[in-house]
T-cell receptor, first 110, second 115 residues
Framework: DAKTTQPNSMESNEEEPVHLPCNHS???????IHWYRQLPSQGPEYVIHGLTSNVNNRMASLAIAEDRKSSTLILHRATLRDAAVYYC???????????FGKGTLLTVNP | DAGVIQSPRHEVTEMGQEVTLRCKPI?????LFWYRQTMMRGLELLIY????????DSGMPEDRFSAKMPNASFSTLKIQPSEPRDSAVYFCASSPGTGGTQPQHFGDGTRLSIL
């Protein structure tokens, strides 16, 4: 499976935008980019996914580089409830597997 | 909407005892997954069912672990006999499909401690 690289931790202030980066230089043409997050004492939660184009949903936006070797999860206005570990995962088109790495621990300061 | 329901939320038991973890997937989802999370190894897929049939059990650590899905609304993960190194948080997830676009919906997990 292609690998992703994320910073171990990031910090943000409440009400400010947060840009969480992910590098995936060995991504293949059929790999979808998925983001999940895990709040303390909870199971992982699906956030968003994309293939080539930028995507928006009620939780976040996903910006995908033109060469697809990197992507950025954007939280437009961070709240304290967004403090979590964020996982960037590549998932082949026909594959059921989600392979979780270490993710990025996001701290949101009041 | 009811999400994935796991029970118990916490389990503390002594080494050697049998442990049974339970999962009720989201209605209508035909894929079910069991994961284990530890500090050392992170989140690992243990087993995957599709339409109640085990498809991939390559992540099951050893013969002490077994999983069943007798019907579309219930699955169990059993450890017999349990050992201290089995202490972890066990998550169940379900999905409406298996393709790369289908999200997995996770329960809140069972925190297992083996003394």
């Amino acid at each position: 499976d292609a690998k992703t690289t994320q910073p171990n931790s990031m910090e943000s202030n409440e009400e400010e935008p947060v840009h969480l980066p992910c590098n995936h230089s060995t991504i293949s043409g059929t790999d979808y980019i998925h983001w999940y997050r895990q709040l303390p004492s909870q199971g992982p939660e699906y956030v968003i996914h994309g293939l080539t184009s930028n995507v928006n949903n009620r939780m976040a936006s996903l910006a995908i580089a033109e060469d697809r070797k990197s992507s950025t999860l954007i939280l437009h206005r961070a709240t304290l409830r967004d403090a979590a570990v964020y996982y960037c995962i590549l998932r082949r088109g026909s594959n059921y597997k989600l392979t979780f790495g270490k993710g990025t621990l996001l701290t949101v300061n009041p | 909407d009811a999400g994935v329901i796991q029970s118990p939320r916490h389990e503390v038991t002594e080494m050697g005892q049998e442990v049974t973890l339970r999962c009720k997937p989201i209605s209508g989802h035909n894929s079910l997954f069991w994961y284990r999370q530890t500090m050392m190894r992170g989140l690992e897929l243990l087993i995957y069912f599709n339409n109640n049939v085990p498809i991939d059990d390559s992540g099951m650590p050893e013969d002490r672990f077994s999983a069943k899905m007798p019907n579309a609304s219930f699955s169990t993960l059993k450890i017999q006999p349990s050992e201290p190194r089995d202490s972890a948080v066990y998550f169940c997830a379900s999905s409406p499909g298996t393709g790369g676009t289908q999200p997995q919906h996770f329960g809140d997990g069972t925190r297992l401690s083996i003394l």
